[in-house]
């Protein structure tokens, strides 16, 4: 069974950076990679970025690369992403999801209930 548990989200202003956590609860963590979406409102789920087993490898969406920053901190079975100089364009939910796949066009399989960030100007 994994569960993922999403946190950091809120409503912050243009200009501000915030860091999204997700804590999985696992057996064995290093056997998940992990990536984050979003959902802008009435829209589908899009992919953001994503982080391999060992930490060593990441992926982001190209809209996103110069500002969003994706880590793992396996000690902590915990992945963060780091959003710099925020735009209300950033505004959706934010989820996390987590895969034995490094391949992110497969839909994972497991999935947080999300974090709404909302970003004013």
């Known amino acids: 069974q994994v569960q993922l548990v999403e946190s950091g989200g809120g409503s912050v202003q243009a200009g501000d950076y915030l860091t999204l956590t997700c804590a999985v609860s696992?057996?064995?963590?290093?056997?998940?990679?992990v990536g984050w979406y979003r959902q802008f409102p009435g829209k589908n789920r899009e992919f953001v970025a994503a982080?391999?087993?060992?930490?060593?490898?990441?992926n982001y969406v190209d809209a996103v690369k110069d500002r969003f920053t994706i880590s793992r901190d396996d000690t902590r079975n915990s992945v963060y992403l780091l959003i710099t100089d925020l735009k209300p364009e950033d505004t959706a939910i934010y989820y996390c999801?987590?895969?034995?796949?490094?391949?992110?066009?497969?839909?994972?399989?497991?999935w947080g209930q999300g974090t709404q960030v909302t970003v004013t100007p």
């Open positions: 696992v057996r064995t963590f290093s056997d998940y990679t």
């Open positions: 982080v391999n087993w060992y930490g060593d490898k990441t």
């Open positions: 999801a987590a895969s034995t796949r490094w391949d992110y066009s497969y839909r994972p399989m497991y």
